[in-house]
């Protein structure tokens, strides 16, 4: 059943930001940890030197391990033979350019958050300094991790659903319906700073996700688009709430939703892909289940664990059907992928199955490329696809 754990020493990981009080640091040390992929042996956990180093204690980190800063990090790091195999970047969106490229130019590999950068220029310049320099990075986009995504996607490449007319995609999100960025939480106060956080309110912090997982599981790629952007919450510089038309080439067309508002709506990720012949429905809060309807009118759920899944989806699953895996399974996936595709690049040879169809910097460039997109296409004059109803 598992084809992920590994009787190998894990990789050794370095982690920048995720201290204490941080939210997906710690979604990351318990994915790199699941499967002895990786292990946190080093970190400048946060932007307060001094809490960094406690929250290193509380880890249990060697002190001569942590760091003031990304920089004090490097300079340690590099002098050591047994030096951390990639870093973790899991700081706000304006920093992880200087820190990526710093990291790499100093020659190790990196596993980035997503959006990967706040502006599309540094996007750019950070994927041609991974291809210059050899290094491997790897960005977090979550939803990539699911087995049933997997699944998906090879279905769609097998031509299971015949050719893809329609994508739908959603991600919504309740956690900012009110103006808590002004009340004192962290996490949002950085979100609705354009000059941290980059161009796109709730498109760059999710709608990259969706725009990902859409082109992910469909494999269709972006011709055009048109955008509509809203800001809900009085007083925010950034979108909230975003409507996007996708037009695909070859044909197909899409609709990605994705908002901060929208009340009910814990983390609703939902993907549709609609073909000739069938379709398919993944919801993130129902994850271990794909839902196929086909022409002749039959529907079945598809479960994880079935026995005729594919290769790449079974290499990422750890139990048998009935036990809910979900989320951070999800994410250990990515950090076991990151690991096999960084192992066999050392030693020079394909990856297995876990190592391949991972997010990379190039679908990260992607994401900041669609989010500059959408907001170059929101802001422009006389919107002209808004037709006045006459009655
Ligand atoms: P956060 O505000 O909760 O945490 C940020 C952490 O970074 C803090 O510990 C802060 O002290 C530290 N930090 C800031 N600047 C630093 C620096 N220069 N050096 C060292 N540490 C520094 O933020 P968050 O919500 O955890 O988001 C962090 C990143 O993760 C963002 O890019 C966000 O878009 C992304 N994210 C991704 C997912 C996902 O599903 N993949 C989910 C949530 C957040």
Redesign the pocket.
Known sequence: MTTNSSSQMPLRLGM????NG????NIHRIAARQDRAWALVAG?????AARGHAFAASEGLDRTRSYD??KAMIAGESSREDRIDAVAI????F??FPIAKAFLEAGFDVIC???LTATLEDAVALENLVRSSGRFMGV?Y?YSGYPMIHEAKHMVATGQLGKIRTVQVEYPLEWMATAIETKGN??AA?RTDPKKNGRGGSIG?IGTHAYHLAGFVSGLKLQSLTADLATFVEGRALDDNAHVMLRYEGGARGLLWSSQVALGSSNGVRLRVFGEQASLTWFQEQPNELVHARLNGRTEIIKRGADDLSEGAKARIRTPPGHPEGYLEAFANLYAGFAEAIRAKREGREPTAIGRDIPTAHDGLKGVAFVDAVVDCAAAANQPWFTPIAV
């Open positions: 920048v930001g995720g201290g941080a939210y997906i640091g400048a956990f946060d932007v307060d800063d990304f899991c700081t706000p969106n920093t992880h958050e997503k959006p977090t979550t962290a996490q950085w912090d």
